[in-house]
């Protein structure tokens, strides 16, 4: 068992909730996450605005802790790997891509994925514009599918979503989290610097929030 993971049972596979906002798929040894948007840092400073410039190693040291972990053979990324054009941040991956040259890698273009196909050649990368590993259909947004796509079950990037939590007066909070409704599932994203969307949930969904490095259903905090 992974530290602080929570397993799920969907589709009858088992699927790993891990804290550090990513998915591992038991049966197919298949780590899954979305939106690191790496580069993004860089992008932001170069633009005038002041970012810690360790958010990027931080992204990378998470993804080195859960490979650790969880020892995959494959991983996939759901859409934005990379926030912006070539810079340093890009280069830092590609070493890191070399310490890994075993692991198969994959992305699913998001949006924000505009770099040449070369480039991502370059770092070893599988490029996709939707990935069927069945039951699942891998892909970005789940607002670019087609009708004959919702015959299988999807799981996506691109919301980075979120619930609020209520406390008494106004004290409200924010918290990431994985969703799983009757036809599609999102992850959280994995991105140490990128924003959240709220969700609102219905009353068969899923919903787990990641909170002090724990997996708790959201079922349990409204309880």
């Known amino acids: 068992m992974i530290p602080n993971s929570r397993a799920f049972n969907l589709k ?9 906002h990513a998915l591992y798929w038991q049966k197919k040894k298949t780590l899954l996450v979305a939106d690191p948007h790496i580069g993004k840092t860089s992008h932001f400073r170069k633009n005038g605005i002041a970012v810690p410039d360790d ?8 993804l080195d802790t859960i490979i650790e972990l969880t020892d995959p053979e494959h991983l996939v990324i759901l859409g934005d790997l990379f926030h912006s054009d070539i810079n340093k941040e890009w280069k830092q991956f590609i070493h890191w891509r070399k310490g890994y040259s075993q692991l198969e890698v994959s992305l699913v273009i998001g949006n924000h994925d505009i770099l040449e196909t070369k480039n991502y050649h370059q770092g070893i990368i599988n490029v996709f514009k939707k ?15 087609t009708d ?14 979120a619930v609020q939590l209520k406390g008494r007066g106004r004290q409200a909070m924010k918290l990431p989290c994985f969703y799983f409704g009757q036809q599609y599932g ?13 969700i609102e949930p219905q009353e068969k969904d899923d919903i787990f929030i990641i909170a002090d490095s724990n997996i708790l259903p959201a079922r349990q905090l409204n309880s």
């Open 131 to 145: 990935l069927s590993i069945n039951p699942f259909l891998f892909v970005h947004d789940i607002n670019a599918l």
């Open 12 to 20: 009858h596979q088992r699927l790993w909730l891990l804290p550090q």
């Open 186 to 198: 999102i992850l959280p994203a994995f991105g140490g610097f990128t924003g959240t969307h709220v």
């Open 148 to 161: 004959q796509d919702k015959n299988k079950y999807i799981i996506s990037g691109h919301i980075h979503p």
């Open 55 to 62: 958010v990027a190693e931080s992204n990378l040291d998470n």
